[in-house]
């Protein structure tokens, strides 16, 4: 898609008068607004000045032609812009092979710029806090502490209005907020509203952050995987008896599999949660005592149990648990399926889990026009059990988010299910995602993802092992398989709802299509009867509220939406309402507004915290820019792959948010959040965008 569009935009360049052919992957615009790649740049570069009154004959074409004029205006990096230069001496047939090969693909190598390489000097936390006579780094603080040499430095304040000073009463980064000269009094003493601060105490409004305590025990290996350690050795005990040199594609798995009826009186598919052998200990022998205790009637269970004592005796000099006292229900008795938390999943509208983009500031924009179910950005579990700040981020959840979930991923039964316990234990959370559809080769090529489809084996052990664990509904995304002409997940849906799964999204793409080609409903209709009665979410393609009720009418008991919700946000609000929403681009710039104080008050409203809300609407801009306003299509609604072509919109905004160039999304940034530091750098993900 990406060369597509390249290769369109070049076609564009060279016209003197607009074309509105239906290509293919092309949107269709009306033709009184569309227009070509000069004059579009043109009239931005104009701020808006009408830019056709100048003709051809009036505006003379710098030298080299059509390459040239796209080179003046790249507004490229320094180090591109180099290799733009040294490309222009080339011959000229080998240049265009490299200019195609830069204008498609990723950016893999972009630079990772930390938003506090933007404030050099900064002032000491005590002094912000206005306790500089306990300064926490004592004689070995290298924070400056001298006020009026910080405000020499500091850059200058981006407005008058400090969102956190009206919101909450305070603003706790004090002088060292962007929006100072709302709150700072004499003697650079932060002014504090006391109404609002005591209207807002006891109020939590963000829930799941990481404590000191949490993440010292982590990082000391002192937390205590106590139910987790029982499953793995069980685990470890059944691989050893019946399963030695099976492969990953067996679906042989001895201590999850005594259980598979464990649950019919109760009339539930989840087998593993209501495993009451997984609870036991089997290090002691409280093991024995627990089957008189129970009453359970299953003779197999009893000889694994059995089995599972016997062998424990002879090696009971290397047990590593004891237990001393009276056996309690805790001991013995596991939450099953039905007493577990439920959550009504059906008919639910569900916010897809977005990497980079399905930050918290973004969700409660998607939460404020409709959205049902939301989820935090994939989290890798090592990550989260070696106690790191960033990946514990993913997890928070604000008090707007009703039905709130996050994303685990991982290829190991070991910390996958060690992650599952810490976090039933330590955050708040309706349900936990197992993510099985990430394409990405870091991912797959270590067993994650999409590989897990591929690992049965792993794969029931992990789905087994955090059932096993958790208070509340194990969920699993999943695409159709890996190769793009062999589907496996119908094959694999059965298991799933055998291992005590509470709901399936299937993205209707395999990993090899990535995000090319369109969603195969018809595929993910043959699923969701396979999945029936467990609820199964169908993804991909939804950009309106007709693909929405196209996809509705497939047996799906709801929608998962991503890239449509990035496009344009207020679907939510379009498929509830069930019309088309001809937004004007004030209201769109007001949500660019919302999503900034939302930022602001989430990251901080200091250079850092400015900065790192900048980063994540530049990486949203990278989407919203494909969205193409109602009015202006000749055939409605919009298809996601259709790319618009160059066009000129109802006013100078709208042109402005249809740019794909990086520049004209850091001058939106620039509207919102002041200009941008001197060092600042910023690659799009699409080396397509880069280019005017």
Not at 96 to 122: C, F, L, M, T, W
Request: charged fraction near 30%.
């Amino acid at each position: 898609m990406a060369e597509t569009e390249s290769n369109h935009l070049s076609t564009s360049a060279g016209n003197t008068e607009p074309n509105n052919t239906n290509c293919k992957g092309i949107a269709a615009i009306k033709p009184q607004f569309l227009t070509t790649r000069e004059k579009f740049h043109e009239f931005l570069d104009s701020g808006g000045n009408t830019a056709e009154k100048k003709t051809d004959s009036e505006e003379p074409k710098a030298e080299g032609g059509d390459d040239a004029v796209a080179e003046k205006g790249t507004g490229e990096p320094e180090p591109k812009r180099i290799k733009l230069d040294e490309w222009s001496d080339k011959d000229k047939k080998e240049g265009e092979k490299q200019q195609k090969k830069r204008a498609k693909g990723q950016n893999k190598s972009r630079p990772h710029v930390k938003p506090n390489a933007y404030d050099d000097k900064r002032l000491c936390p005590s002094v912000v806090q206005e306790c500089a006579a306990k300064c926490f780094f004592g004689d070995k603080c290298k924070y400056l502490h001298d006020i009026p040499a910080y405000l020499k430095l500091k850059p200058a304040d981006v407005g008058n209005k400090c969102y956190l000073h009206e919101n909450f009463g305070k603003c706790q980064y004090g002088i060292t907020c962007r929006f100072a000269k709302a709150h700072i009094g004499e003697n650079f003493k932060n002014m504090v509203n006391e109404e609002l601060v005591k209207n807002m105490e006891g109020k939590v409004m963000v829930k799941n952050a990481l404590s000191k305590e949490l993440q010292q025990n982590l990082r000391k290996r002192k937390f205590d995987f106590k139910a987790s350690d029982a499953y793995l050795r069980q685990m470890s005990k059944g691989n050893k008896h019946g399963n030695v040199g099976k492969k990953d594609t067996d679906h042989q798995s001895v201590p999850e599999k005594v259980n598979e009826k464990s649950c019919t009186a109760e009339g539930q598919n989840n087998s593993s949660i209501g495993d009451p052998k997984d609870s036991l200990n089997s290090d002691t022998q409280t093991v024995v005592n627990t089957e008189a205790v129970l009453g359970i009637p299953c003779a197999s269970e009893v000889g694994n149990i059995s089995s599972s004592f016997d062998s424990q005796v002879d090696c009971g000099k290397n047990s590593s648990v004891k237990t001393l006292g009276a056996v309690t229900d805790e001991d013995i008795v596991k939450l099953r399926a039905c007493e577990k938390k439920q959550v009504d999943f059906r008919d639910k509208l569900y916010l897809a889990p977005l990497t980079t983009c399905g930050n918290l500031p973004f969700r409660r924009i998607c939460k404020r026009f409709g959205a049902d179910i939301t989820c935090g950005e994939m989290a890798m579990c090592t990550n989260l059990l070696q106690g790191q700040s960033s990946e514990w981020a993913l997890l928070k959840r604000h008090h707007t988010e009703d039905i709130f979930g996050v994303q685990l991923e991982g290829s190991f039964p070991d910390t996958m299910t060690k992650c599952a316990e810490l976090l039933n234990q330590t955050i708040d959370v309706d349900f936990v995602d197992i993510n099985v559809g990430c394409p990405i080769d870091l991912v797959y090529k270590k067993g994650g993802g999409c590989g897990l489809m591929t690992r049965t084996n792993k794969f029931e052990q992990i789905v087994k092992g955090m059932n096993s664990v958790l208070d509340v509904p194990l969920t699993v995304k999943i695409r159709t398989g890996v190769q793009e002409k062999v589907s496996i997940a119908h094959k694999l849906i059965p298991d799933l709802k055998n291992w005590g799964v509470s709901l399936v999204t299937l993205h209707g793409r395999s990993r090899e299509q990535r995000y090319t080609k369109s969603a195969d409903w018809e595929y993910i209709d043959h699923c969701s009867k396979v999945a029936s009665p467990m609820p199964l979410f169908g993804n991909g393609d939804i950009l309106s509220y007709e693909d929405a009720m196209r996809a509705r009418e497939t047996g799906v008991s709801g929608i998962m939406i991503a890239r449509g919700a990035l496009i344009k946000p207020w679907i939510f609000t379009e498929i509830k309402e069930q019309r088309h929403w001809d937004i004007s681009s004030s209201e769109r710039f007001d949500n660019l507004k919302d999503f900034t104080n939302f930022g602001l008050e989430h990251w901080g409203s200091d250079t850092q915290g400015v900065e790192k809300t900048r980063k994540f609407i530049l990486e949203w801009l990278s989407f919203l820019c494909r969205y193409i306003p109602v009015g202006l299509l000749e055939h409605v609604p919009q298809k996601l792959n259709e790319r618009p072509p160059f066009y000129l919109g109802r006013d100078y905004l709208e042109s402005l948010m249809a740019s794909h160039n990086v520049g004209d999304w850091i001058k939106i940034s620039e509207m919102l959040l002041g200009p941008v530091p001197s060092n600042f750098t910023f690659l799009p993900k699409h080396k397509a965008n880069s280019y005017k």
